[in-house]
C-alpha cells in the first residue's frame, strides 16, 4: 500500500503526531510513504521511511497528483491549513481534484485519516 503525505507548513506538526500514533502499523513493510519535500523532512526526523519528492511550492503536490493518476497510490492525506494563503493554490486544487477524478480516497484532516487508517488497520487484521 502506497500512502502520499502533504501538510501545510501550519499542519506539519500534527501530521507527524498523527503518524506517531500508527507508527508500528507504517512500519510494516508492504506500506511506502511518500510525501512533498519539507512534509518528508519532517517525516523522516520523526523516524519514517519516506520518499520525498518536491517541495510542494515548487511541483511536490503536482508529482503526487501525477502519481494519483497514473493509480500509483491507495491513499492521499493532505494537512491543509485553511486559514494560510499559499501560492501554489492551483496545485492544491488541481491534485484534489484528481484524487476525485481517480477515486483516490483523500483526507484533508486528523478525523478523516483517523476513520480512514482505523478501517485499513482493520481490513489488514
Ligand atoms: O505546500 C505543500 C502542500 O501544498 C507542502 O509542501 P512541503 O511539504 O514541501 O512544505
Known sequence: MKIALIAHDG?????????????DELLQK??????T??????IEKAG????????GPLGGDAQIA???????LDL????????DKHPHEP?????????????IPLATNPAAANMIFKHVISLRH
Open 11 to 23: 499542519k506539519k506538526a500534527d501530521l507527524v503526531h498523527f503518524l506517531s500514533g500508527f507508527k
Open 30 to 35: 508492504d506500506i511506502s510513504l511518500v510525501a
Open 37 to 42: 519535500g519539507t512534509t518528508g523532512s519532517h
Open 48 to 55: 519514517f521511511k519516506v520518499n520525498k519528492l518536491l517541495s
Open 66 to 72: 501525477a502519481m494519483a493518476a497514473q493509480k500509483e
Open 76 to 83: 492521499v492525506i493532505f494537512f491543509r491549513d485553511p486559514l
Open 91 to 103: 496545485d492544491v486544487q488541481m491534485l484534489m481534484r484528481i484524487c476525485d477524478v481517480h477515486n
